[in-house]
């Protein structure tokens, strides 16, 4: 999974007293595990944090 599409992704969270991003997907232990053993080539609950979709889809 490369970093530069975390960075695009909407569940990726600052956490202001950390000063690090974290992903907030709601997976199960599983899932989780096969991600960071890298089962997946890319992350499967990618989701393009697109803040203009709504308004785009409004038009």
């Not at 690090?20 to 499967?44: F, K, S, W």
């Amino acid at each position: 999974m490369a970093k530069a599409s975390c960075d695009s992704c909407v569940y990726n969270v600052y956490d202001e007293d950390d000063e690090t991003y974290y992903c907030e997907v709601d997976m199960d232990e599983d899932d989780a595990a096969r991600l960071m053993q890298g089962h997946y080539r890319e992350c499967p609950y990618y989701q393009l944090d697109d803040e203009y979709a709504v308004v785009r889809h409004q038009m």
